[in-house]
């Protein structure tokens, strides 16, 4: 069974930086891409950061690009979120997924989802 749990978030003033963590268990890891999607209060669930488990390649949204990192430790099996320039904007409940696609943008494409975790930006 594939548990994807996130931790992490918080309330952080604008500028500021937070790291969202997502220990998985459950999946043959090198074949799945994970990412980072986000959703605000009245808004879709979008795409923010994805990496390829194997190589570690990754995506970033435009929004986020230089400000927010994403990257995997093999031996935790944890994949984590670096963000830094936190603005208002920003906040969201961040979720974690897993798809098998590679490097899919595209958030029906994810099979996997963690619970979310919230972070909010104070102006």
């Known amino acids: 069974q594939v548990h994807l749990v996130e931790s992490g978030g918080g309330l952080v003033q604008a500028g500021g930086s937070l790291r969202l963590s997502c220990a998985a268990s459950?999946?043959?890891?090198?074949?799945?891409?994970m990412a980072w999607f986000r959703q605000a209060p009245g808004k879709e669930r979008a795409f923010v950061a994805a990496?390829?488990?194997?190589?570690?390649?990754?995506y970033y949204a435009d929004s986020v690009k230089g400000r927010f990192t994403i990257s995997r430790d093999n031996a935790k099996n944890t994949v984590y979120l670096q963000m830094n320039s936190l603005k208002p904007e920003d906040t969201a409940v961040y979720y974690c997924?897993?798809?098998?696609?590679?490097?899919?943008?595209?958030?029906?494409?994810?099979?996997?989802w963690g619970q979310g975790t919230q972070v909010t930006v104070s102006s």
């Open positions: 990496i390829r488990w194997s190589v570690g390649n990754t």
């Open positions: 997924a897993a798809s098998r696609i590679v490097g899919t943008r595209v958030k029906d494409d994810y099979d996997y």
């Open positions: 459950g999946l043959t890891f090198s074949r799945y891409t």
